[in-house]
């Protein structure tokens, strides 16, 4: 099975303290196969999502995979965003639980006991500090002003 992609904003840096918007994409996959002689077909369709944001923050499983956010809403607080307190590199790991339903040569779809958890490719991450400095000095009166 095909594992979801996983994607940030801002991304692949983002800044201490504020909010990162994380989201999956999965899509339904299907399978047929030939087993003892019979045909099988296979539905896998994505369920719940668990996110480890990698500073220990483990969230799920949720039915929410996010959604990627228009340019001018980045920052703001989704279901699935996150905010670091540390600056440092972080891995993002999701695991996407799929349940499964079978048909055998044609017949009802029959559901597959349990879950089948994929495990997506680490998503790198960098988080940084901002720092800001607020001067009232005018630097054409002052030109050894703070700042200036």
């Not at 099975?1 to 991304?11: E, F, K, N, R």
């Not at 030939?34 to 990698?54: C, S």
């Not at 039915?63 to 699935?80: C, V």
């Not at 993002?92 to 349940?99: A, G």
Request: charged share 10%; proline share 8%; net charge negative.
């Amino acid at each position: 099975m095909q594992p979801a992609t996983v994607g940030s904003q801002p991304g692949p840096h983002t800044l201490r303290g504020q909010e990162t918007n994380f989201y999956a994409d999965a899509t339904v996959q299907e399978f047929n196969i030939t087993l003892l002689g019979q045909k099988v077909h296979i539905t896998a369709t994505p369920a719940t999502y668990t996110w480890n944001y990698g500073d220990g923050t483990l969230w799920g499983p949720t039915i929410s995979a996010g959604a990627p956010l228009p340019d001018e809403r980045i920052g703001e607080q989704t279901k699935t965003s996150h905010i670091y307190t540390a600056t440092g590199k972080y891995a993002i790991n999701l695991t996407t639980h799929f349940n499964g339903t079978y048909t055998v040569n044609g017949g009802p779809n029959l559901p597959i006991p349990g879950q089948g958890n994929i495990a997506s490719n680490p998503l790198g991450l960098t988080v940084w500090r901002a720092v800001t400095h607020n001067y009232a000095d005018n630097c054409n009166e002052n030109p050894n002003g703070v700042g200036c």
